[in-house]
């Protein structure tokens, strides 16, 4: 959408001020640009009705451009709908606190109940797993499992029982167990049913959880919407973990389940290994959204696995604008040990549109072009890639055994990332960076 929308506003704020004719054109554009990332229908329109209201009061900043001004208003607006943030359990330390985990078949309940054990037991605390999933043989082996890999205790019964009362004995059983979080992983259907909700209503009547939970597949767009309001209509959640934001989603589930159900979103799962459940943060989901990237999440990731100082150096040059062809090439390869290649893409700014654009092509080959390219640069052009001209770019290609329009393309790629990281930097940017670094 990046490239998209941005092209798009641009054209529509030619003329350089907002009015209030260009605006309604402009978050019309935003209003394809949300449908396209997943938002319910509804859920869009009455958002756009409500930045239209806000924008067309807004004064224009003369340090702004008109589309990117308006762009920052619907990254603000975004933030706002999906938060507050509320990251906490709530657990308390005396007792057992008991969390229900809930959602549609294959909505990743079964693997998030493991990815919260292992957290709560690095926190100190000692979770029992409770397999009341008891349709499906499979699901108690699932849990068990888990739960070896864990060391984390599982209960549970022979398949086809009744699940109130393997969630009773469960509990009963962290009594004895010495567990003070017990996590109920339920079962799920396809589809939302009568049976399926009466079987919840029945654990949540009859156990009654401190925290019930809603484990929403983020792959599955307008459909989550549907299913959260039925889940919330049954059994007051008090929160939303959304799985599979590693797969390519825009993610726009994030916007309609929170407007459907009115409760936060904890935590979002970023893929099927047991550490990939990260804290929800409304600001990236914005910029993801939008297709800004997420690179504050890259960076925060990047952190913990690289020299900081050297990191700390290739931020300001971004911040800078002074990022170089030399920067783009360390960070592609420091990346690169992160993720795969699309993942990594897809969190720098400007890139998730290139990586449309290459869809064809060998991603990995095509770094290793990058990198024999950059490798027959010398160092001022690498620093000063507006130097390099026809015939430098004919003796780079050879130096390469790459084409004078592989350099061509290359250089053009860069400047559009470049320029793409100073907008970031104008929208607010700088201070989401120095969060990351407080
Ligand atoms: P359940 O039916 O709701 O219990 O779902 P499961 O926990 O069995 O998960 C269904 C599938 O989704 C499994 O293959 C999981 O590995 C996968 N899965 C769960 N969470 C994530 C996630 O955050 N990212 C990805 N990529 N896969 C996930
Ligand atoms: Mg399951």
């Known amino acids: 959408i990046t490239q998209g929308l941005q092209g798009a506003l641009t054209g529509i704020f030619r003329s350089g001020k907002l009015t209030e004719a260009n605006i309604r054109e402009g978050l019309k554009q935003v209003r394809q640009a949300l449908l396209e990332a997943d938002v319910e229908y509804n859920v869009a329109t009455q958002f756009i009705e409500k930045v ?6 807004e004064k224009v900043l003369k340090s702004l451009r008109p589309d990117e001004q308006l762009i920052g208003i619907v990254h603000q607006q975004l933030i706002a709908l999906m938060g507050p943030t509320d990251h906490s359990l709530h657990l308390r330390r005396d007792g057992i606190n008991k969390i229900m985990m809930c959602g549609l078949q294959g909505a990743g309940k079964t693997t998030t109940c493991g990815k919260l054990a292992r957290k709560l037991k690095a926190e100190g605390w000692k979770p029992l797993l409770v397999a009341a999933d008891m349709q499906r043989p499979a699901a108690i082996e699932q849990l068990k499992t888990l739960g070896q890999q864990l060391d984390v205790p599982v209960y549970a019964e022979a398949p086809g029982g009744n699940p109130v009362a393997v969630c009773k004995n469960g509990l009963a059983h962290a009594k004895t167990a010495g567990a003070n979080v017990v996590i109920f992983d339920t079962a799920g ?5 009568d049976r399926l909700m009466f079987e919840l209503e029945q654990i949540d009547s009859r156990v009654q959880p401190d925290q019930v939970y809603l484990v929403c597949d983020a792959m599955t767009g307008q459909d989550a919407v549907r299913s959260a309001k039925a889940f919330n209509d049954a059994l007051e959640l008090d929160g939303v973990i959304l799985t599979k ?3 390519d989603t825009r993610g726009g589930a994030a916007i309609s389940v929170k407007q459907v159900t ?4 904890k935590f979002v799962g970023m893929g099927e290994q047991l550490d990939r459940l990260e804290p929800f943060h409304p600001d990236r989901m914005a910029g993801r959204i939008l297709g800004m990237g997420d690179i504050v999440t890259l960076f925060e990731r990047a952190q913990e696995e690289f020299d900081a100082e050297e990191m700390e150096r290739q931020q300001q040059r971004m911040l800078k604008g002074r990022f170089t062809l030399e920067d783009f090439r360390n960070q592609m390869k420091q990346v690169r040990r992160l993720g795969s290649l699309g993942d990594i893409m897809k969190m720098i700014p400007g890139m998730g549109g290139l990586l449309d654009q290459f869809q064809n092509i060998d991603a990995e080959k095509d770094m290793g072009r990058i990198d024999a390219i950059i490798s027959s640069m010398t160092l001022e052009e690498r620093q000063n890639p507006d130097r390099i001209d026809r015939s430098r770019r004919t003796r780079i290609a050879r130096g390469s055994g790459t084409d004078p329009a ?7 790629d860069f400047d559009n990332m470049s320029s793409m990281m100073q907008k970031m930097s104008g929208l607010g940017v700088k201070d989401r960076f120095r969060a990351v670094q407080d």
């Open 52 to 57: 239209t209201a806000e924008a067309v009061g």
């Open 189 to 193: 259907r396809l589809h939302v049913d």
């Open 245 to 247: 934001l590693d797969g």
């Open 262 to 265: 009115g409760v936060p979103i």
């Open 406 to 412: 592989d350099v061509n393309r290359l250089l053009k």
